[in-house]
């Protein structure tokens, strides 16, 4: 099985997915059936270890994925958690989007050292549900989890990941609106 976690930077998924990680390392040798054998793969680490962009955009203070090279990369991988923003764009059988409401976005990046630009930036890109739409026009609704993120803590998330590994959660999406912030 292939887990994709994504969403706009920001919203919580390296946090999350190294949540659930220790939790399944916590259970690892006890195989009860309570937790997947999946292994969390940090994309944006695989990315940056592996020189697998195209150039650096100096605008953006980003690397620019070379996504075909990640697809090779990960093509022999299963039994994983794909955690990015950009993990939608690959292969896989659920694909969660974390959300978090944008002004709470804005500042979360803020507070980690991003500029304002690029903080209002992913901000009104989370408005406009941009990486939800990709995901569900790439996955279909059937594979979509949607996770709102805002003022949660970041095992609550965690545990909502576990149930959506291990089926315990209906697919969901276009349930969080954050539009209002755009007008």
Do not use: Q
């Not at 706009?8 to 999350?16: F, S, V």
């Not at 680490?45 to 690397?63: F, H, N």
């Amino acid at each position: 099985m292939r887990v994709a976690v994504t969403g706009t930077p920001g919203t919580g998924k390296t946090t999350a997915t190294a949540r659930l990680e220790s939790r399944w390392e916590a259970h690892d040798g006890t195989d009860d059936g309570s937790t997947p054998d999946l292994e969390v793969i940090h994309l944006n680490r695989v990315l940056e270890e592996a020189g697998l962009y195209t150039e650096v955009d100096a605008e953006r203070e980003s690397k620019v994925a070379d996504l075909e090279a990640l697809e090779e990369w990960l093509a022999d991988r299963e039994d994983v958690v794909i955690e990015s923003h950009l993990a939608h764009h690959f292969d896989a059988d659920r694909v969660v989007v974390l959300r978090c409401h944008p002004e709470a976005l804005e500042e979360r990046l803020l507070e980690r050292g991003e500029t304002e630009a690029k903080a209002r930036e992913n901000a009104e890109s989370e408005a406009l549900d941009v990486i939800l739409s990709e995901a569900v026009e790439e996955h279909d609704l059937e594979s979509v989890y949607e996770i709102d993120t805002t003022d949660r803590d970041p095992d609550a998330v965690a545990s909502d990941l576990e149930a959506v590994t291990a089926g315990e959660r209906e697919p969901s999406a276009g349930d969080v609106d954050f539009v209002e912030y755009l007008v």
